[in-house]
């Protein structure tokens, strides 16, 4: 019988799950996936938004100025690169410049700081490499850059050392409501909770109608992106964004906290809640549309691309306890600007577990300090040289388009939550992620996977379940053995 049980290790799940290991609780986090992060919370925009976007007087505005204030603090007590860049709305005509007043006077209500419009000569002066169409913009300078999947890692890992058991590939099949609490049965076990946190994105509303609680419905949205070369990192030192459709933020285009350009996305509702696959249309549609904000944008400078898919339910979030049972606290609906508001969303549900009854008493040794993995190629020459005395695999480079060393994939591999999927160990350690997109290292990395974990080679898989990178391994006298 665990205190609380949290379903769905995004990016909000995980940040719960942290700040429950604050307290004297029995707290398992579960997901479906065999990695943390493996939902919406790796196909985002992974912006920091300021603020001025939300509607004044809803949980989105509040929650988003609230977490922009706490990122900073939960960055650093990660270790997770966090970037106050600003962000640039831009104004090509009289409609937008009418639309940058309206979302300036928004943000202001919504107690967004430092808000003011500028035009055309600071613009460019800003951003060299916008178009020459660009009368205006709204600038932002408290919105900001963040690597949304090691956010969430850092916060998963974080609880687990804190007491925080994880369960990983466990899809709850079914809850049942008991007079103390939920039997939760997933694919391999069953867990009994006295509370649940129903954080399972796309598929929130699906948890909740298992206890009767039909409340919500979610509506994936659709969102593809391209990300562009280092070599291309010049375009934008800002968020710059085009002014707001109905169907969200548009299409943007803006630096990550690791050098590259992002590109997208668009905004399509579909039907199929795992469809993260791309088209050819769609990925030209957000060029197309980059290239009226920055010209300089080129398919050519892609060097991969994604798709992600927002839980939309209406124009909030939807964070309650639930009215078919107060133990069980929905946090559904976590769209943009999901990710700036998980730090709050934290403190938002723990005062709903409180109001339901669950005492909160805090550990005396709660450690909110994590160590991220040491990032070699941010090293200079000097600190290069005393981690390779003090460990030699950190003397060879495994991954050479972003600089990775075996030793930051062995400590990937060797983390509180291991990574043991080569989608893993891209998202703790940025092998693959560069411009060959893993041609030259995934069978050095599996390698290392291997022989760390005691996995055979072909065991191995790209994101877990069957999805093995390997038929079968060549033996000597093989047919197809040219050793023979």
């Known amino acids: 019988m665990y205190d609380v049980v949290v379903i769905g290790a995004g990016v909000a799940g995980s940040c719960i799950a942290r700040e429950l290991s604050r307290y004297k609780l029995s707290v398992c986090l579960l997901d479906k996936e065999w990695d943390v992060a493996s939902g919406t919370s790796k196909g985002n925009s992974a912006i920091v938004h300021a603020g001025y976007d939300a509607k004044p007087d809803t949980l989105q505005a509040y929650l988003n100025v609230k977490g922009n204030e706490l990122m900073e603090q939960w960055c650093a007590e990660l270790d997770v690169p966090f970037k106050r860049v600003g962000s640039l709305v831009l104004a090509f005509n009289d409609d937008d410049m009418y639309e940058l007043h309206k ?46 999947y090691e956010l969430t890692i850092a916060a998963a890992e974080n609880a687990v050392v804190n007491g925080v058991d994880i369960e990983l590939g466990q899809a709850v099949q079914s809850i049942m409501r008991e007079s103390d609490g939920f039997e939760i049965v997933t694919t391999e076990h069953t867990i009994r909770a006295r509370y649940v946190i129903d954080a399972a994105g796309v598929y929130a509303d699906d948890v909740a109608s298992m206890i009767g609680d039909n409340s919500f419905k979610i509506t994936p949205r659709k969102g593809e992106y391209c990300i562009l070369d280092k070599a291309k990192g010049y375009l934008a030192k800002h968020v710059i964004f085009q002014p707001p459709t109905a169907m969200g933020k548009g299409v943007l285009v803006t630096p990550t906290v690791d050098g590259n350009i ?37 398919e050519r400078d892609v060097i991969t691309s994604f798709a992600g898919l927002r839980a939309v339910s209406g124009s909030d979030f939807v964070i309650k306890a639930s009215d078919v049972d107060n133990r069980f606290i929905i946090v559904g609906g976590i769209c943009s600007p999901g990710l700036t508001s998980a730090p709050a969303i934290t403190v938002m549900v723990v005062g709903l577990l409180y109001q339901a009854g669950l005492i909160l008493d805090v550990k005396a040794d709660f450690n909110p300090i994590r160590k991220g993995i040491p990032r070699f ?81 072909d065991g191995i898989t790209k994101k877990g379940g069957r999805s093995l990178v390997l038929t079968g391994v060549l033996q000597k006298g093989d047919a197809y053995d040219d050793r023979t």
């Open 103 to 148: 979302l300036m006077e928004q943000g202001q209500a919504n107690g967004v700081q430092g808000l003011r419009i500028i035009y055309k000569d600071e613009l460019h002066a800003m951003e060299p490499y916008i178009s020459d169409d660009a009368v205006a913009a709204l600038y932002a300078p408290t919105a900001g850059i963040v690597c949304p």
């Open 262 to 298: 992002l590109v997208g996305p668009n905004a399509h509702d579909v039907n199929d809640k795992e469809d993260t696959a791309t088209t050819a249309a769609g990925l030209q549609e957000i060029m197309d549309t980059a290239r009226k904000s920055v010209p300089g944008v080129s």
């Open 377 to 457: 190629r941010e090293m200079n020459e000097d600190e290069r040289r005393q981690l390779i005395a003090m460990n030699p695999a950190f003397g060879r480079v495994i991954c050479r388009c972003e600089t990775v060393t075996e030793g930051e994939i062995i400590e990937a591999v060797n983390r509180p939550i291991p990574a043991v999927t080569l989608d893993a160990i891209k998202r703790r350690a940025r092998a693959g992620m560069g411009r060959c997109q893993s041609g030259f290292c995934t069978p050095r990395v599996m390698e290392i996977i291997s022989r760390e974990r005691g996995i055979p080679v």
